[in-house]
């Protein structure tokens, strides 16, 4: 048997290619234990500085817009900017350079330092030099390359790869810093401050500043009419990079090329609030090279003559934008708020959700176009939440990128038997029957579930029994350590079924409106009580609901990357709405994975028609129904739901559901709760980390896990001042996690306002 690897013995190195499956749960473990409360911490205050200065721009989503017009129009006409940009540079005295491949990029840099007989190269940082893999090639060349960046510099030292793109070292802790710089420069120093660390590091910089014969810089951007330049930064650096040595070498990917230096306002005002919140970052650089102003010179030394060459990468982004779906990925800022609220990068950071290169959400398909589709694997972390989506000042929809990838990864894989029979089995669309036994499994919970709903009883005591855990988490990779909720005796339709049977009033008070009730398959095999808990609570309003069949909805299979099947799903499921659709009748969902399923996903997997239809009618999330209604007709709701007869008690701790709060339908249950008199305290975390399936997958649990403790500990500072709350939660996913990590009840708040009715 294989010794277990202690985590904290990796290198992030070791790990950073995540072809290897191994790789990925291996760096999963190392960050867990060694860098997660860098991570957090980071990337935590980066999310909230990000949402107060984007809540201060008022024209934040003109903004957004305009931003992604201007790169969808430069990367439609790429070739045209492309000549453009070279007869700038090369008019105002500069030399261009587009580089096919990586090496062709290292090949010409190494020439043009080799006939300058540079030594020592100072450099800003670049993730583009990363993928190319610069420094290993100058350094063969004998060609000293010093970083200039602090968190670079870090790096260097370390011998480790960026684990985020705008701060590249902020997994390390300071305390983790100074250990290394101590160990590495063996200084009795003290370094026990961050002003001591970065004195020090400037110290070490600022020679190297002196003495460099060449500085090597990235681009945020490049203007084709004029050959500008635009970079942002906080630290000076890559000012004195392409200022002090008369060599000055940018490089940058070809999708950074827009028409005109008139485009760069829009970024500056984008990027910097999108990635750290700052409304400026310390240096804004708008450049026109080769400078007009001599180079330095060290004392004694005379100036030389100012160079500049403009080197473009393309390394597969020709190809992407010739890729229906990863040409999306070309128009990414790299500002990073991707990263920053999303809640599984927050926990373990770019070397477990990232590769060698490119990290995050957006990083899987930076990976595969630069390099290859199975480096993407870590796109897996990616749990389709959503909460990107919302926050890329490009409007990049992340989840869809990586769900492409997953479904390209699934192709990959060898087929067999036993997955063809599987398919066929549980519905698998014939394109996606080579796609791992685990994957299909969770894809089509709605026949495992609906088997298990003929009888329950039997169905809750085998899965159980140790050894049918131990099966399901070999055969289908289920974690046996994950609670399973147990399956309730009758489902949402036989309980809707039996009211009408049982012909107990139901009927509206006054048929005010005309609800269809969508029953999603997580509510009818999993929660039934809920359902008819959150129909009740819409005809105390007086709204006339009904409830439509139950139907798988795709959400699950668009999450394992088996698109076919989503799409069939989907299809079939338009076709049973859409006569109510054509009513103009409002659906009410009440799973909020399945309603973003309604309002943006179905997008990908519905014909433009059918989308349309989708597109223009009102999908709501039960409380937003009612409190739309209670608005309308002037309702008290405190008159009918009375938090003080709640036996739940008054106090609540209400975790919204991260795609709810991505369909801005979150903010009207905390209204309708509070208006009702309950008292409630609301979680700030973006996701749960449970996700639908992730959390159940034997890969994932402890990241699952890890992810959920942000959670959990948000409600113990909650009670730690006047008790215990009722928890109170929107999504099935959601109360899955906080039941496993937490121990306790956890109900839905039409349940709690239902208990208020006695
Ligand atoms: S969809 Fe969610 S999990 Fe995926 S990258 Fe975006 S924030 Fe992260
Ligand atoms: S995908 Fe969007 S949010 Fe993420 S780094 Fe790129 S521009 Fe920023």
Same mark, same amino acid.
């Given at each position: ?26 760096? +999963? ?6 860098? @997660? ?5 980071n ?7 990000r ?9 934040? #989503? ?6 992604r017009? +201007? ?5 439609? &006409? ?13 008019? &105002? $005295? ?19 330092l ?18 190319i893999?610069? #420094? ?9 390359v ?28 300071r305390?983790r +810093? ?13 370094l ?9 590091a ?31 930064? @906080? ?31 829009t970024f +500056? ?8 919140g ?25 100036a ?22 990863l ?15 999303? %809640? #599984? ?9 990232g590769?060698e ?5 957006? $990083? ?14 870590? @796109?897996?972390?990616?749990? $389709? ?18 769900? #492409? ?47 298990? %709903?003929?009888?329950?009883a ?5 899965? /159980?029994?140790?050894?049918?855990r $131990? ?5 289908v ?76 909805d ?10 076919a099947?989503?799409? /069939? ?17 409002v ?25 349309e239809?989708?597109a ?44 709810? /709060?991505?369909?801005d ?9 509070r ?11 973006e996701?749960?980390?449970? %996700? ?20 959990? %500990?948000q ?12 928890l ?19 109900i ?7 208990s208020?009715?006695?």
């Amino acid at each position: 048997m294989a010794t277990p690897v202690n985590p904290a013995d990796i290198n992030p190195r070791q790990v950073a290619n995540k072809s290897d499956k191994k790789a990925l749960l291996d760096a +999963i473990r190392m960050t867990l234990s060694v860098q @997660s409360p860098a991570v957090r911490r980071n990337t935590q205050t980066f999310n909230r500085n990000r949402y107060a200065a984007t809540a201060l721009l008022p024209d934040y #989503n003109e903004l957004k817009d305009r931003a992604r017009q +201007i790169k969808e129009d430069a990367i439609a &006409n790429l070739p045209r900017l492309l000549e453009q940009l070279e007869a700038s540079v090369r008019a &105002n $005295g500069g030399h261009f350079y587009l580089a096919k491949t990586a090496a062709d990029a290292d090949q010409y840099i190494r020439d043009v330092l080799l006939r300058h007989e540079a030594k020592l190269v100072v450099k800003g940082k670049s993730i583009t030099s990363e993928e190319i893999k610069l #420094n290993h090639a100058l350094e063969a060349a004998g060609i000293t390359v010093a970083e200039t960046d602090l968190a670079e510099f870090i790096l260097q030292v370390a011998d480790e790869q960026p684990s985020h793109i705008i701060a590249p070292a902020l997994h390390y802790s300071r305390e983790r +810093i100074t250990a290394l710089f101590k160990r590495k420069f063996n200084t009795d120093l003290p370094l026990d401050t961050g002003e001591e660390l970065t004195v020090f590091a400037r110290e070490k910089l600022r020679q190297q500043f002196i003495a460099a014969d060449a500085g090597i810089s990235g681009a945020n951007l490049i203007a084709a009419d004029s050959g500008s330049l635009m970079l942002v930064e @906080s630290e000076g650096n890559i000012r004195m990079t392409m200022t002090l040595p008369p060599l000055h070498i940018a490089l940058a990917g070809i999708e950074k090329v827009v028409p005109s230096r008139t485009d760069f306002g829009t970024f +500056i005002e984008l990027l910097p609030r999108s990635g750290t919140g700052q409304p400026l970052t310390s240096y804004v650089s708008i450049l026109h090279p080769p400078l007009k102003a001599p180079s330095f010179a060290a004392p004694g030394k005379a100036a030389k003559p100012r160079e500049f060459h403009l080197v473009l990468i393309d390394n597969g982004r020709s190809r992407m934008r010739e890729d229906p779906i990863l040409h999306e990925a070309l128009y990414c800022i790299r500002c990073s708020a991707c990263m920053n609220c999303c %809640a #599984n990068f927050e926990t373990v950071g770019g070397h477990a959700f990232g590769g060698e290169t490119y990290s995050g959400g957006i $990083g899987g398909s930076w990976e595969a176009g630069t390099g290859t589709l199975m480096n993407a694997r870590f @796109s897996e972390l990616c749990t $389709g939440c959503s909460r990107c989506v919302t926050q890329c000042p490009v409007r990049i929809d992340i989840p869809w990128l990586n769900e #492409n990838l997953r479904q390209r990864m699934n192709v990959e894989q060898p087929s067999s038997a036993a997955k063809s029979a599987f398919g066929a089995m549980t519905g698998s669309a014939s394109e996606d029957r080579v796609a791992p036994l685990q994957k299909q499994f969770f894809a089509n919970y709605h026949v495992m579930a609906g088997e298990a %709903a003929r009888f329950p009883a039997m169905a809750n005591a085998v899965t /159980r029994l140790p050894l049918v855990r $131990g099966l399901m988490e070999s055969v289908v990779g289920l974690d046996r350590r994950r609670k399973l909720p147990p399956f309730p005796p009758k489902t949402w339709e036989q309980l809707y079924r039996d009211e009408h049977a049982d012909n107990r009033p139901r009927a509206a008070k006054s048929a005010s409106a005309d609800v269809l009730m969508f029953a999603d398959v997580f509510t009818n095999y999993g929660s039934p009580e809920r359902g008819m808990a959150a129909m009740r609570v819409l005809r105390e309003v007086g709204i006339n609901v009904e409830l439509s069949p139950s139907s798988p909805d795709g959400r699950a299979a668009i999450s394992q990357g088996m698109i076919a099947t989503a799409r /069939r799903q989907a299809s079939a499921l338009a076709q049973l709405l859409l006569p109510h659709l054509e009513k103009g009748r409002v659906i009410c969902v009440l799973e909020p994975s399945v309603l973003a399923m309604f309002r943006s996903d179905y997008e990908h997997l519905l014909d433009a028609g059918t989308w349309e239809k989708f597109a223009r009618a009102s999908f709501m999330e039960p409380l937003q129904a009612l409190l739309s209604i209670a608005k309308e007709h002037g309702t008290d709701l405190s008159q009918i739901f009375r938090a003080s007869k709640s036996p739940h008690g008054t106090r609540v701790f209400y975790h919204s559901h991260c795609q709810q /709060r991505s369909c801005d339908a979150a903010w009207q249950t905390i209204e309708v709760l509070r208006s009702c008199g309950f008292d409630v305290v609301t979680s700030s975390v973006e996701c749960c980390g449970m %996700a639908g399936s992730f959390g159940y997958k034997r890969e994932y649990y402890e990241l699952s896990l890890a992810v959920g403790e942000d959670l959990f %500990a948000q409600v113990r500072v909650a009670e730690q001042e006047g008790g215990p709350r009722t928890l109170v939660a929107s999504g099935t996913s959601c109360h899955e996690q906080l039941w496993a990590g937490m121990g306790r009840e956890v109900i839905h708040p039409v349940e709690l306002l239902v208990s208020t009715l006695g």
